[in-house]
């Protein structure tokens, strides 16, 4: 039975950025499309170095602002959370699907010291893929088993700057539902998320059976 490993980049569009100018850290990043009569929606956010204010509710890292969110609405998220100052140092950037697709090919090749089969997932039109995923069958036995194939993948990307989640599983689609829902598999340490995980082989059903309709990858029309 094959073994698929899916490497996921939460928030891709932010993450490369962050890459390229490491000063944006410090504030918060949107990253945004103009539609129709001009309005401007979220495609993702982040602030990676969001201050913590314990007397807000909303602010553990700048409230909940969801793709499709727009603009004015995220501001005033983002103003309740932290003040009327965050918006004024926030950087609004156009989105790239491209570029964001040509860096993503650009560490899917980088991948190839895991595994010579690799593949980017496939995204909706329009949206920048942000997953990379590899058959490790053969080659998870080099890297002394999978679960610590998992764990090495997802801390060296870490020490490259950027934050992964990674899972294996027996198909493309079950380790792709597992790498998005790493918590709601196993729930996470009390000092850390969790950052990769294994499904044993033959345990997918069972494993993921929880998870929402969202681990389906279905649109939203569906």
Do not use: Y
Not at 191 to 196: D, V
Request: glycine share 8%; hydrophobic share 45%.
């Amino acid at each position: 039975m094959s073994r698929i490993m899916t490497i996921w980049l939460p928030r891709w569009p932010v993450q490369r950025r962050l890459l390229e100018r490491p000063e944006l850290r410090k504030v918060p990043v949107f990253i945004c499309r103009r539609g129709r009569r001009g309005m401007m929606t979220v495609v993702s956010w982040a602030w990676a170095t969001a201050p913590r204010r314990p007397a807000s509710p909303t602010a553990s890292r700048g409230g909940n602002i969801p793709p499709g969110t727009s603009l004015a609405e995220a501001m005033a998220v983002l103003a309740l959370a932290h003040g009327s100052r965050a918006c004024r140092v926030a950087e609004i950037e156009a989105d790239d699907p491209l570029a964001d697709t040509a860096a993503l090919e650009t560490w899917a090749r980088w991948c190839r010291r895991f595994s010579p089969t690799i593949g980017i997932a496939e995204s909706e039109a329009g949206v920048a893929a942000d997953c990379i995923q590899l058959d490790v069958t053969g080659t998870a036995g080099f890297f002394g088993g999978e679960a610590r194939l998992a764990r090495t993948t997802a801390w060296t990307f870490a020490a490259r700057g950027l934050h992964a989640r990674v899972a294996v599983a027996d198909t493309v689609a079950a380790s792709w539902a597992a790498a998005h829902h790493t918590d709601a598999v196993q729930p996470p340490t009390p000092s850390r998320r969790r950052r990769w995980l294994v499904v044993p082989s033959g345990e997918a059903a069972a494993m993921l059976a929880g998870l929402p309709l969202s681990a389906l990858r279905l649109d939203g029309e569906t």
